[in-house]
């Protein structure tokens, strides 16, 4: 194995050591005891287990003494709830040195493939949260069992600009196919870290037995009794190296292709590395994912993915300049103003979330009866997936309610509006609120660009009105712009920071311009593309620009989900703040006037082209820019905005405005949000004099 305990010690200082305790258990039925080798970093499930270098170590010692013991099998487990999830990330951040990158690439393979090439049999019994280098550790034992209330299941290393690179990019495809392999690895890390079930883990052969978790242990040795001694031989499925891996290949890069444009190299590498495992050599298989790691862990990609990681994961559960918890007011009923779709969905995550009662108010009884019912569709659709009981079921239809009076809002705590986004409609309806909630109750607004201070300055008590910004859909985006007004207290904003927690989003707290974060860089940038279109650059060169940046949708598919219409009522709130920076196109007003949804149509095939009625109607000039000179034109204008966002304080730091565009935009990990990526590709140096983040922030230190 390449490193010593100094060595490792010394690699990774402050590294949270996942130790490796041997052992030998006696199993009815077996003449010799299992050495069983439980995993376990001194904490609770809060903090899973991890491998950084000195936990190699300390797994390597561990199997030493297995070995030395001659048992009849030697298993691997975790503490309880987790078995490992992968590499010891924190401490990668801070490698400077390739050669050190080089020996923990090395020696996860070194160690790992011990279990597999052993000549006692080997088993992983995995007893709870399995990702990344702790599934490879799994995958690398002989046999597996899995316990049944196992919560997550997955490779997420292509997500963060990685690969799986401790074995897993060869043992996964030759185990469960290449086709079954390009899911994992692939197609449900680029689909925002999509987790396995234990149910589909099984049904894809990645483990052999399921077991019941209040004697889990005891049932996976008896298992590895019967294996042991030929009692049970656990299936193998065939492996197709030619047709299917061709087109298993061929899907993984269509795949890769379509989400990441060629901007992610921990992406692109998975895709070679899975062709690779076709021959089915451990020594060539593990001698690239090496090289590929070790290449990798230097790169500012990477980094940037670490550093993704890290907002996500630490910055995300503690906002920047949030109050105190203690002054959150308890909220025991919600109202929600307007009962159509967005307030529908508000209705929906409130009633799951914090299990009080919402009652949803709108200009006539058929709106109201139609919010309502689309809230007990979607619990019912739940209640058929089995993701709530019929008990439960019926317990959260009886808490949604609707009424024409806003009396009903009498005894609410919280209270958010989703009507038009007219600042005079806003106000009207918190007018009337204030005749009924009581002083304390907080006003939310989910409004996406206006102004909360004008929202609340004709009330008697502005200081409980606050920002509640959600993102559509509202089940799957995570983020929450929290807004504070010029008037609003620390009462109401902590408030609503913890109702954000309970609704299990993540919350930043934004100052009160025109906007906010998200909304206000993607209208940026969009409107430049537009612009470009107006001078005369054709639509697909436009729409493509961005590509290299590896978004997850094209400026005006992005146009097409939000809905034209605004788009353009956004642009214009933008245009009356910043007239200088944010233009109004004309042409997509008529667009909008037509009533025209998206500029694309699709033929047969699925290849897009503009639709003739959108040609016709939108006039272009004679001044066309190629695809660079839109991309720089946008990126330019994105670091314009940044600088001048942070100048004005609408968040705390760069790392806020990256949150943001990650979890509410689904920008990818490995880009970093933007401000790395801004800032590797020179145009932060270019637009502002400086880059955002200082060296060694999603970039390798120097």
């Not at 490792?8 to 996942?18: L, N, Q, R, S, Y």
């Not at 100048?647 to 490995?670: H, K, Y």
Request: hydrophobic content about 45%.
């Amino acid at each position: 194995m390449t490193f010593t305990a100094e060595e490792a010690k010394a690699a990774f200082p402050d590294e949270v050591v996942t130790n490796a305790v041997t052992n030998l258990v006696k199993v009815p039925g077996l003449d010799k005891p299992v050495a069983l080798i439980t995993l376990d970093n001194g904490h609770d499930h809060t903090r899973p287990n991890t491998f950084g270098p000195q936990g190699l170590v300390a797994l390597n010692a561990a199997l030493d003494e297995a070995f030395a013991a001659e048992p009849a099998a030697i298993a691997v487990t975790g503490k309880p709830f987790i078995f490992a999830v992968g590499a010891d990330l924190s401490g990668v951040e801070a490698v400077s040195d390739p050669k050190l990158a080089r020996e923990i690439a090395q020696t996860g393979h070194d160690v790992f493939r011990r279990l597999t090439e052993s000549k006692i049999p080997t088993f992983g019994f995995v007893n709870g949260a399995v990702m990344g280098g702790g599934l490879e550790l799994a995958l690398s034992c002989h046999y597996r069992t899995l316990s049944e209330n196992t919560a997550a299941i997955a490779f997420p290393e292509v997500f963060l600009g990685l690969f799986p690179g401790w074995g897993g990019t060869q043992l996964l495809p030759n185990l469960i196919g290449p086709d079954a392999a390009v899911t994992v690895i692939i197609e449900n890390a680029l689909a925002q870290n999509k987790m396995l079930n234990v149910r589909k883990a099984a049904e894809l052969g990645i483990v052999d037995e399921v077991f019941g978790s209040a004697d889990y242990l005891e049932q996976s040795l008896l298992w590895l009794a019967k294996v042991v001694n030929g009692e049970i031989t656990p299936a193998r499925r065939e492996i197709d190296r030619g047709a299917e891996w061709d087109a298993a290949i061929a899907r993984a890069k269509s795949i890769v292709d379509g989400r990441t444009h060629g901007a992610s190299p921990g992406a692109t590498k998975a895709v070679e590395l899975l062709e690779l495992a076709r021959e089915n050599d451990l020594d060539r298989g593990y001698a690239a994912e090496t090289d590929g790691l070790a290449e990798l862990l230097m790169s500012d990609v990477l980094r940037a993915g670490l550093y993704s990681f890290n907002l996500v994961n630490k910055r995300a559960k503690r906002p920047a300049g949030a109050p105190d918890k203690s002054l959150a007011r308890k909220v025991n009923k919600v109202g929600i103003v307007g009962a159509g779709l967005m307030a529908s969905q508000l209705a929906l995550l409130f009633v799951r979330r914090l299990k009080v009662p919402v009652v949803l108010t709108d200009v006539d009884q058929a709106r109201i009866d139609k919010g309502v019912g689309y809230v007990h569709e979607e619990i019912d659709k739940l209640l058929a997936k089995k993701r709530v009981s019929p008990d439960g079921a019926n317990r959260l239809k009886a808490l949604v309610t609707g009424s024409l009076d806003k009396a009903a809002f009498a005894d609410a705590d919280f209270v958010i509006e989703a009507v038009f986004e007219e600042l005079g409609v806003k106000q009207q309806v918190f007018a009337e609120l204030e005749q009924h909630v009581s002083p304390e109750a907080i006003l939310a607004t989910n409004t996406s660009s206006l102004s909360i201070t004008a929202m609340a300055s004709k009330l008697q008590h502005p200081e409980r009105v606050v920002g509640f910004h959600f993102f559509n859909p509202v089940a799957v985006l995570p983020l929450l712009e929290i807004v504070r007004g010029e008037k609003t207290d620390d009462a109401a904003l902590a408030t609503a920071f913890s109702v954000g927690k309970q609704l299990k989003k993540s919350s930043v707290l934004v100052k009160d311009a025109t906007a906010f974060v998200v909304n206000r860089l993607l209208l940026r940038f969009l409107g430049e593309v537009l612009v470009a279109v107006d001078e005369g650059t054709p639509f697909d060169v436009a729409d493509s620009a961005l590509e290299p940046l590896g978004l997850p949708m094209s400026p005006l598919n992005l146009m097409q989900l939000v809905g034209p219409a605004i788009a353009l009522h956004v642009g214009e709130t933008l245009h009356g703040s910043f007239p200088d920076r944010f233009t109004v196109s004309e042409n997509l007003d008529k667009f909008v006037k037509a009533g025209k949804k998206g500029v694309w149509t699709w033929d047969a095939t699925g290849t897009p082209s503009v639709d003739p009625e959108v040609a016709e109607l939108w006039t272009q000039g004679d001044q066309p820019s190629t695809a660079e000179q839109v991309r720089d034109r946008a990126l330019n204008a994105i670091a314009e905005e940044v600088r001048i966002m942070l100048d004005e304080g609408v968040v705390a730091e760069a790392q806020d405005i990256d949150l943001c565009l990650i979890l509410g935009a689904g920008w990818p990990f490995w880009l970093g949000g933007i401000t790395p990526y801004l800032d590797r590709a020179g145009v932060s140096e270019r637009v502002n004099g400086k880059p955002f983040l200082s060296q060694g922030v999603a970039s390798v230190p120097a």
